[in-house]
């Protein structure tokens, strides 16, 4: 039986961000599933930090994320954890101009919001789109995101505070044990702690049910990504040599595309709800891809190299869920990222470590906590 302060379920991005703030102040053991991590969300992502992505509540974080990237190569010992990029938003058609315009109204004066661009602009921009997009927009501060270098520094930053980080720990059991919780594993290691945070992902309602704790209310979705070999001088932006093509995406989001040296990522933007599993890619949704990409823009997609799918999960309002239920305290959730779990990292950690804590969180991630509360849909139990 081994004791500690906090339990975390889930060596993902979240799982092991938030093991990261907790730690500064409390001992923390992480308790992942899989031999290696990460392996599921966290590592099948399109790795882009867009501000202005999501909903408000995304958005904040995701702002707020901004000065920790930066701040965060010093404090770990990593790379640079950002590389510039810009997005295009386009828009072909009423409705998708309708949306993307939407989408720059309720914006409108927000850090890092996107602009209208003019579209001959866009086409000069990205020369391998088809024709003018009807509408489009410019993100500008948007940058590609080194998750390994992210999730490796978080980790050793863990260690080097004293947590402790255990691989093929499955969790299948958690009970009340006076005021804190026992966790049993699959190979029946036992630990006590005062309080579980549960970031297990598209498990995370699973997990709560474990400790006969109702969910979140989570739905979890899959999402396709392909990467096709296309020659390297196709993919420049007609800016700089060395400026990289934008991503390019889809107002209506039935496509976006990022380039990445010899190959383009493509993805038809699927939502197929599944349950928590090892996602799988279907040959439908890539070739959904290709026919998407190839029909918006002059890029010659003629084969995969290879293509992998990943687990989007999200919340019925999708805002994240930071919380205890009243009637199960010391159980936290922190789940729902959905589409946003890298580039909102940074701020969503801090904010569920102090709020974990009890200690006041920074006023640029200090969200109202009704807003990602996990009683917000499911109510008390
Ligand atoms: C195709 C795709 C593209 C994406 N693109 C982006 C992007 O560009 N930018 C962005 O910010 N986000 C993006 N996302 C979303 C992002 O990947 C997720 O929001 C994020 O990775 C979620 O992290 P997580 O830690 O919650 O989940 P995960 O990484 O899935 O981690 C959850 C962990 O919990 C573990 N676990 C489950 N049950 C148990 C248990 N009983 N005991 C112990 N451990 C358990 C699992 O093994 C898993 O390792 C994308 C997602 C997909 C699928």
Redesign the pocket.
């Known amino acids: 039986m081994t004791d500690t302060d906090l339990l975390v379920?889930?060596?993902?991005?979240?799982?092991i961000s938030t093991a990261y703030g907790l730690a500064a102040h409390a001992r923390v053991v992480l308790?992942?599933?899989?031999r290696d991590?990460?392996?599921?969300?966290?590592a099948?992502?399109?790795?882009?930090y867009i501000p202005g992505h999501g909903t408000g509540p995304f958005r904040t974080l995701i702002a707020a994320s901004g000065p920790r990237y930066a701040a965060l190569p010093a404090e770990l010992g990593t790379p640079p954890l950002l590389s510039p990029r810009p997005v295009l938003h386009v828009a072909d058609d009423d409705a998708s101009a309708e949306t993307l315009q939407a989408m720059l109204d309720e914006q409108t004066g927000e850090p890092g919001a996107p602009v209208p661009l003019d579209p001959a602009e866009a086409l000069r921009r990205v020369p391998i789109l088809r024709t003018a997009p009807q509408l489009a927009a410019w993100t500008s501060g948007s940058a590609d995101v080194d998750t390994a270098a992210l999730h490796d520094g978080y980790r050793r930053g863990l260690r080097a505070r004293g947590g402790v980080v255990h691989r093929d720990?499955?969790?299948t059991a958690i009970t009340r044990d006076g005021d804190g919780w026992v966790v049993t594993t699959a190979t029946g290691a036992r630990f006590t702690a005062a309080a579980v945070v549960d970031?297990?992902?598209?498990?995370a309602d699973e997990?709560a049910a474990l400790a006969g704790i109702p969910g979140a209310g989570l739905t979890v979705y899959r999402?396709t990504?392909a990467a096709c070999p296309v020659e390297p001088s196709l993919l420049r932006t007609g800016e700089g040599p060395d400026d990289p093509l934008p991503m390019v995406i889809d107002a209506a989001e039935r496509w976006y595309l990022k380039a990445e040296a010899d190959t383009v990522l493509v993805?038809p933007a699927d939502e197929t709800p599944q349950p928590p599993g090892d996602a799988r890619p279907d040959e439908l949704d890539v070739a959904l891809a290709l026919d998407r990409v190839r029909a918006a823009t002059t890029l010659p997609l003629r084969s995969v190299r290879t293509a992998w799918a990943?687990?989007?999960t999200f919340a019925p309002d999708r805002a994240p869920v930071l919380g205890e239920r009243p009637e199960h305290p010391g159980f936290w959730f922190v789940a729902g990222?959905?589409?946003?779990?890298?580039?909102?990292a940074p701020g969503l950690a801090t904010l569920a470590a102090a709020r974990i804590l009890g200690a006041d969180a920074p006023a640029d991630v200090d969200l109202d906590p009704d807003v990602c509360s996990v009683t917000r849909f499911t109510g008390s139990v």
């Open positions: 379920v889930g060596g993902g991005i979240a799982g308790l992942e599933a899989e991590l990460p392996v599921h969300s966290t099948r992502s399109a790795a882009t720990a499955r969790v970031a297990a992902g598209a498990w997990v999402r990504i993805s990943g687990l989007r990222q959905g589409g946003s779990g890298i580039e909102s």
